[in-house]
Each structure stands twice: as C-alpha cells, then as structure tokens.
Nanobody, 120 residues
C-alpha cells in the first residue's frame, strides 16, 4: 500500500487549504488514518486522526476548531480541511494509514508529504 497526498501549497494567513490522501495497492483492510506535520527543526506532531468507520476523530490542540478531517469510505480517501491558517501551520504534512495486509499483518505506511506554507 502506498499513500499519495495532494493539495498543499502557498496561502496567506487566514486562508484555507484542503489536503487529500489516496491509498493505492492492495490491503485486506484500511484501519485508522491521519495527518501529521513536521516543521523545520521540530518533531513530527499529530494533526488529526480518524477511525476506519469515520465515527471518531482526534485533533492536535493547535488545530482544534480550525481543521476538519473526514473520510470517504467508498474511495478509502481522507481529507483535511484547513481554515484560518496561521504562519505556524507551515510544515510538511504527511498522511498516515494503519492497515491489515492480505497476510493479516497489521502494518503502517506514510505518504511522501505535501508542503503547506502560510505567509504572514
């Protein structure tokens, strides 16, 4: 399984962006998925996660109320709607997925990342 992210770019403070993540390959089941970010010189941090049913979400404290994660169960994609963006949201954003492969192993995969830059 591989993850392909899209939607990053340059936006002004207060603007919005929408990130998408699409898995490719064969898996027995996709489980929890999420978005993480890493700014230069900082550790990777959780932005938002969502369960396989889409019924439960969790957000990092710094994005609560501004970002929304959603899941399309038919397409097996997830999206991250980012509003009221701030310069401190500037980072490389990574999609993450936990999945069970056809051999019933529980594995984890990361996307290559998409850059979000918020100008002040």
């Amino acid at each position: 399984v591989q993850l392909v992210e899209s939607g990053g770019g340059l936006v002004q403070t207060g603007g919005s962006l929408r990130l998408s993540c699409a898995p490719s390959g064969i898996a027995f089941a996709l489980n929890a998925m999420g978005w993480y970010r890493q700014a230069p010189g900082k550790q990777r941090e959780v932005v938002a996660t969502i369960t396989n049913s889409g019924g439960s979400t969790n957000y990092g404290d710094s994005v609560k109320g501004r970002f929304t994660i959603s899941r399309d169960k038919v397409k097996n994609t997830i999206s991250l709607e980012m509003n009221s963006l701030k310069p401190e949201d500037t980072a490389m954003y990574y999609c993450n997925a936990h999945y069970t492969d056809v051999r019933r192993r529980d594995l984890e995969v990361w996307g290559q990342g998409t850059l979000v830059t918020v100008s002040s």
